[in-house]
């Protein structure tokens, strides 16, 4: 058993796990309590466990908790302390989600585009969402959201 | 407690489009107390503070019911739309048949809840009228008060509450007319928004109990097979790994994240036995079909005299067919349960609550009311959660585990596990006279049975499933339409819009065949049949074809039909349009713009929806389920397609089983049709017709006819 020091959205904490490769998608849902980010695939083809490492949107599914430590995780948990991020902010403008399942990971991935690169055109959102499953196909809401999110970059 | 307390308003006018729903309108309804709580019924308390509840008995799976439904009580009720808060109620007996499906809860609930919210609104102003020593006519509501506009005066519904809940409820409560609706037929946004975009929604798979672990069970994927042995030793030296317990059908992996249950799972080794359905693979299944359709079927509707297809001036007929699908929810089966002295508790999210509460109390043998269950939200339902299999799965596993468990499928086990849609073979043959009418039309459907809802009876008479053959809407007057169902050896089910897609694909398409044999235009082929008596009574069901030709001429006119579809560089273009009445309700017509590469890549560009849905109660819902049904109906045309082996499905993954993402997304374009009256379905209804269109464009720009999905580019090139 070995113990796993991470940090995720601004807390440490530390995980005792017999499994060094388990990943840190089910370290947040099933240890730290972080249901936020969301188990589809296990695979890294659904992009619904998208969270942010070191300011990389990556699919937490394919993180092993032993990559983790000591870098930087956020959670759509803590995109925001008040849920007014302007990803958050544009999706509920747009009314983008249906079942909803499938969006944290949709929000963190374009959350992370807006971050790198402060005027990214709506197209780069659009390439990193391209990724991403929703079943429900709310992808044209997405894209309106999207494109006012990236005119927010352009303003900042 | 009053008599009329406990009248029960049983109303048949409610029922939803598949279900026939019988709710009591006032049923015990919310604990009553001195607190100054307002419960006139069941469905919405008033809170001292004047905050406002409203109880939804139906489940939020993406389709905004919780908001609709809330927008509905409010509205009667007048309350502030910012104060409302939703509750989910769990089975009892208030709330009668919760299941969710058919698109049915607007429809089914319309009635009920405008009147439990107007009811509620005549008790507050009573209440504040006898304050006031005013008679009630002259005061009114706005947002949440009581005024009397005379005096000035006004009187929060919070500080009403306590002397309302002293007077009688009113059986007959006077309801809004139309023209005063201030929420109802005004866009507004999902209630649950919120909570989504910050991770705190909470779906089945989120459920936290005290105690619980964390599930993963070995099942035989073959329908009617076992588990014949595994290794439980193997799967305990998992790290993680805290038990390993058999239950009825199979073997659970207990263990303290979901990884390792998954991890031991599949340490198990578990070895199966499929039974009789061992090899069945898919040439089997089509060769059952095929067979099937060679012999004649039931009839469903039958009109005219059958002998005028042989004698006609020119005759067609054609085979299409539409492959097994995945409901692919993106949330996997999951259900947490907990089972102790005699009652059970149990978080699912799931389209039929009390048929989890039902089969998990015959599983225990317990009385269902020892039985709670608690609907959590739904990462998609879309028919697969109508089934309660990983339900009473969690609750056999909880019992055998003597703690609280949590059962994950994984998304290899969710698709192994789905209740598929299933294939389907659709044969059409048309008699056109010399003038290039269509006077004779058979259609004969052959498709698997259900298993999700119960045995298969091959007696059980098909006549008024309606589908899209039954309730074709066209005025031909010679109709043979016949139907055929097969037992299944595939777990099968509800897939959103059922048995229409496939049968509404091949009904458009060869309307489409028909219109190109005699040299006409597929929209006046159509507007021409529907030309005959409207509304056509068909059964229980409306045939409103002079409103099918108002929603055709709509969309074909938004589309620019007529015109020319865009030209695009080195690719064919086409435009193809389709029509649809669902259920005798909700009239839709769609029309695809699409185009096809040089390797047969096909590309759709644009889809334009025109949809009478009666009243749309929240029209930025509405428009929201016609997006998310183009989308899926999209992957059903363009990509999905299950196909089995060894008994049990072959795809098991996204990459098997692509579905459509956002770079692949065409332009959509919505236009209701201003509504009047009751509100009509809107889930399932876009999906039937996106495919036919589609398939009708790609015939425009290549003159290849498709009669088999998935659409393949080798089939265009």
């Known amino acids: 058993m070995a113990t796993f020091t991470i ?11 017999g499994d060094p490769d388990v990943p840190l998608l089910w ?3 099933d240890r730290l309590g972080l249901t936020g980010t969301k188990y589809g695939c296990g695979v890294g083809a659904c992009g619904a466990c998208t969270v942010h490492v070191d300011g990389e949107a990556l699919r937490s599914c394919q993180v092993p908790v032993s990559a983790a430590v000591g870098r930087r995780v956020v959670t759509i948990e803590g995109l925001s302390s008040d849920g007014r991020h302007p990803c958050q902010l544009a999706w509920l403008e747009q009314d983008v989600a249906q079942c909803g399942y499938c969006q944290p990971g949709m929000i963190m991935e374009a959350a992370a585009v807006l971050a790198k690169k402060k005027a990214a055109p709506a197209s780069d959102f659009e390439a990193a969402l391209s990724g991403h499953i929703c079943r429900c196909g709310t992808y044209g809401r997405m894209r309106e959201a999207v494109k006012a999110v990236a005119a927010s970059g352009v303003k900042r | 407690m009053s008599a009329t307390r406990r009248h029960f308003l049983v109303a048949g006018a409610l029922g939803g489009a598949a279900l026939v729903l ?5 049923g015990e309804g919310g604990k009553a107390s001195g607190t100054g709580r307002f419960a006139p019924n069941q469905w919405l308390r008033v809170d001292a503070d004047g905050r406002v509840t409203a109880v939804i008995a139906r489940s939020e799976m993406g389709q905004g019911v919780r908001t609709s439904l809330a927008m509905i009580l409010a509205e009667e009720l007048d309350a502030d739309w910012k104060t409302v808060a939703i509750e989910q109620a769990s089975p009892g007996p208030d709330y009668a048949h919760m299941s969710t499906g058919g698109s049915g809860s607007v429809e089914g609930a319309w009635k009920t809840l405008r009147q439990a919210g107007a ?20 005061c009114r509501t706005e947002a949440g008060q009581v005024l009397h506009p005379a005096s000035g005066r006004t009187l929060g519904y919070g500080a009403l509450a306590g002397a309302a809940s002293a007077l009688p409820v009113p059986v007959q409560p006077r309801l809004k007319e139309a023209k005063d609706y201030r929420l109802v037929g ?22 936290r109990v005290p105690g619980m672990l964390f599930a993963a069970v070995a099942v035989c994927p073959v329908r009617g097979g076992k588990v014949v042995r595994f290794d439980a030793a193997k799967a305990k030296q998992v790290a993680g790994v805290r038990d390993v317990v058999e239950f009825e059908g199979g073997v659970a ?4 994240d979901t990884h390792a249950a998954f991890a031991g799972r599949d340490a198990l080794g578990a070895v199966f036995d499929g039974g009789a359905n061992a090899s069945i693979d898919s040439a089997q299944l089509w060769s059952r079909l095929d067979a099937a359709a060679g012999r004649p079927g039931r009839p469903t509707r039958t009109s005219g005299d059958a002998g005028v297809l042989a004698k006609a001036a020119t005759r067609l007929s054609a085979t299409y067919r539409a492959p097994f699908q995945a409901h692919a929810t993106l949330e996997p089966g999951n259900c947490t349960a907990r089972v102790d002295a005699g009652a059970c508790e149990i978080w699912a999210p799931t389209q039929s609550p ?15 009311e020892k039985v709670t269950v608690h609907v959590t939200l739904l990462g998609g339902g879309f028919g697969r959660r109508l089934d309660a299999d990983y339900a009473v799965e969690a609750v056999a596993v909880a019992r055998a585990a003597k703690r609280p468990v949590q059962v994950v499928w994984s998304r290899r086990d969710d698709f192994l596990r789905d209740r598929v849609h299933p294939a389907a073979r659709v044969d059409v043959a048309a008699g056109l006279d010399a003038s290039g009418r269509v006077v004779a039309w058979e259609h004969h459907a052959t498709t698997f049975h259900l298993s999700m809802f119960g045995a298969f009876n091959p007696k059980e008479d098909p006549e008024g499933n309606p589908w899209g053959g039954y309730d074709l809407p066209y005025d031909i007057p010679n109709l043979a339409v016949s139907w055929s169902e097969i037992e299944s050896p595939v777990h099968t089910g509800a897939w959103r819009a059922v048995y229409y897609p496939a049968n509404v694909f091949a009904r458009e398409c060869f309307l489409d065949e028909l219109a190109a044999k005699a040299d006409q235009d597929p929209l006046a082929v159509r507007l021409a049949l529907l030309g005959g008596a409207s509304p056509f009574v068909l059964g229980n069901q409306r045939l409103d074809r002079a409103g099918l030709a108002r929603v055709l001429r709509l969309a074909a006119e938004k589309a620019g039909w007529g015109s020319e579809a865009p030209r695009r560089p080195g690719r064919r273009s086409g435009r193809g349009l389709a029509c649809n009445v669902y259920e005798g309700s909700t009239l839709i017509a769609q029309v695809a713009d699409v185009s096809v590469g040089a390797k047969g890549d096909v590309a759709v560009h644009r889809i334009v929806t025109a949809v009478d849905c009666g009243l749309a109660v929240n029209p930025l819902g509405v428009e929201g389920q016609i997006e998310s049904g183009v989308i899926w109906a999209l992957s059903y045309a363009l990509k999905g397609e299950l196909t089995y082996a060894k008994g049990s499905v072959v795809e098991t993954g996204f990459g098997e089983y692509p579905l459509l993402r956002i770079d692949e997304m065409p332009q959509l374009e ?13 889930g399932e209804m876009p999906v039937p017709c996106v495919t036919p269109a589609v398939v009708n464009g790609l015939f425009a720009a290549t003159g290849k006819r498709l009669r088999r999905l998935p659409i393949r580019p080798a089939d265009l090139v």
């Open chain 2, 253 to 256: 992996v207990l263990a303290e």
């Open chain 2, 670 to 682: 919505t236009h209701i049709v201003p509504g009047h009256g009751a509100p009509t379905g809107m």
């Open chain 1, 27 to 29: 370290i947040l849902r």
């Open chain 2, 119 to 138: 009811a509620a609104r005549e008790m507050l102003v009573e209440a504040a009228a006898r304050q006031w020593g005013v008679p009630a006519s002259a």
């Open chain 1, 7 to 17: 940090t995720v959205n601004g807390e440490t904490h530390s995980v005792a796990s």
């Open chain 2, 186 to 207: 005004t866009p507004v946004r999902r209630v649950d928004g919120p909570a989504i975009v910050t991770g705190r929604a909470a779906y089945g798979i989120d459920t």
């Open chain 2, 22 to 26: 019988r709710i009591p309108l006032f």
């Open chain 2, 354 to 368: 009390e048929r989890v509460q039902r089969e998990a109390a015959k599983l225990l043998g317990i009385a269902p």
